[in-house]
């Protein structure tokens, strides 16, 4: 398969960014390998396996903080 990369950044609430991880945790712990991910109005589907490799990364600066979380395999 050739390389494919979809980034969108947004502004938004601690709430939000809470419900977001949410989703993202239930496509993950469901019973398919398949994904379904959905993004304005762009629909991807692709296999998970079930052990993945996962990285946290937290930069903490002055007036601009960063935690990363990332999935590969």
Same mark, same amino acid.
């Given at each position: 398969?050739?390389?494919?990369?979809?980034?969108?950044?947004?502004?938004?609430?601690?709430? @939000?960014?809470?419900?977001?991880?949410?989703? =993202?945790?239930?496509?993950?712990?469901?019973?398919?390998? #398949?994904? %379904? *991910?959905?993004?304005?109005?762009?629909?991807?589907?692709?296999?998970?396996? @079930?052990?993945?490799?996962?990285?946290?990364? =937290?930069?903490?600066?002055?007036?601009?903080?960063?935690? #990363?979380? %990332? *999935?590969?395999?």
């Amino acid at each position: 398969m050739d390389s494919f990369e979809v980034e969108k950044r947004d502004r938004v609430t601690r709430a @939000e960014a809470a419900t977001r991880l949410r989703r =993202i945790a239930n496509l993950l712990s469901g019973e398919d390998d #398949e994904v %379904e *991910f959905e993004r304005d109005g762009l629909k991807l589907k692709f296999d998970v396996p @079930e052990e993945l490799e996962m990285k946290v990364e =937290i930069e903490l600066e002055d007036g601009d903080s960063e935690l #990363e979380i %990332e *999935f590969r395999w």
